[in-house]
C-alpha cells in the first residue's frame, strides 16, 4: 500500500469477542484516522487521533496511537455479526496534502 | 446524510469511451478533494489530490493525461476516465476534506464502479 501495511490481513472471530487490528505507517503524520468499508461501498469514518494523542475511544471503538513506532491499532469490543466489514487505517501528512490508506483488515464476525 | 455525493455509482461502457465522475461536497466548501482508485479486495490507492483552482497533484505512476481532474469551484471536482479500457476497470472514490484543519475527518463519496466492455 501506499501507507504501510495492516495486520492481520483477515481476521475472523465470534460474535462478543474483541477484535484488534493494527496498523503501521511510513512517515511523519498529522493525524490517524480509521474507516470502515462495507463490500463493494464506500467508506465511514470511524475514529481520528491527532499525532500528539496516544488513545482515543468512541462507544466500542479504543483506537491507540504510538508515533515513536509509527503505529496504531484499534480495538473494537464485544463485537457483532453487523461488524463484519473491512477496516482501514488512513493518515493525513505532508502539510494536509496526502492522505493515504493502509492495505486493510478484513474482519468477518460469526453470529 | 451523506455529505459527499458521487455520480454515477455504476458505469458500463465500451473501450474507447470517456466517461466523467462527479464528486460533490453537499453543504460545505471543500478546498481539497483526493481521488482513489480500489481493485477488487484490495486498499485505496490515492490517485491524485485535488485543489480549487489550481492543478492537480497526481501520484506517482498515475498517467495525467489519462486522468483528468478538474476542481472548479469549492464544491465539486471532477474525475474524467480518458479514452477508457478494460484495465481501466475499478471502484473509483473521492473524498473531500472541509478546509485545512487537522481534526476534521475526510468525507467519502459512494464511489463509482466502472466497467469497460
Known amino acids: 500500500s501506499q501507507q504501510g501495511e495492516e495486520d492481520p490481513q483477515a481476521l475472523s472471530i465470534q460474535e462478543g469477542e474483541n477484535a484488534t487490528m493494527n496498523c503501521s505507517y511510513k512517515?511523519?503524520?498529522?493525524?490517524l484516522q480509521w474507516y470502515r468499508q462495507n463490500s463493494g461501498r464506500g467508506l465511514v469514518h470511524l475514529i481520528l487521533?491527532?499525532?500528539?494523542?496516544r488513545e482515543k475511544h468512541s462507544g466500542r471503538l479504543r483506537v491507540t496511537l504510538d508515533t515513536s513506532k509509527k503505529s496504531s491499532s484499534l480495538l473494537i469490543t464485544a463485537s457483532r455479526a453487523a461488524d463484519t466489514a473491512s477496516y482501514f487505517c488512513?493518515?493525513?501528512?505532508?502539510?494536509?496534502?496526502?492522505?493515504?490508506f493502509g492495505s486493510g483488515t478484513k474482519l468477518n464476525v460469526k453470529p | 446524510g451523506a455529505v459527499v455525493s458521487q455520480h454515477p455509482s455504476w458505469v458500463i461502457c465500451k473501450s474507447g469511451t470517456s466517461v466523467k465522475i462527479e464528486c460533490r461536497s453537499l453543504?460545505?466548501?471543500?478546498?481539497?478533494m483526493f481521488w482513489y482508485r480500489q481493485f477488487p479486495k484490495q486498499s485505496l490507492m490515492l490517485m491524485a489530490t485535488?485543489?480549487?483552482?489550481?492543478?492537480?497533484?497526481?501520484e506517482q505512476g498515475v498517467e495525467k493525461d489519462k486522468f483528468l481532474i478538474n476542481h472548479a469551484s469549492l464544491t465539486l471536482s471532477t474525475l474524467t476516465v480518458t479514452s477508457a479500457h478494460p484495465e481501466d476497470s475499478s471502484f473509483y472514490i473521492c473524498?473531500?476534506?472541509?478546509?485545512?484543519?487537522?481534526?476534521?475527518?475526510?468525507?467519502f463519496g459512494d464511489g463509482t464502479r466502472l466497467s469497460i466492455l
Open positions: 512517515t511523519s503524520i498529522n493525524n
Open positions: 453543504d460545505f466548501q471543500a478546498t481539497t
Open positions: 485535488s485543489n480549487e483552482g489550481s492543478k492537480a497533484t497526481y
Open positions: 473524498s473531500a476534506r472541509y478546509q485545512q484543519i487537522s481534526n476534521q475527518p475526510q468525507h
Open positions: 487521533i491527532r499525532s500528539n494523542e
Open positions: 488512513a493518515t493525513l501528512r505532508d502539510n494536509f496534502n496526502k492522505f493515504y
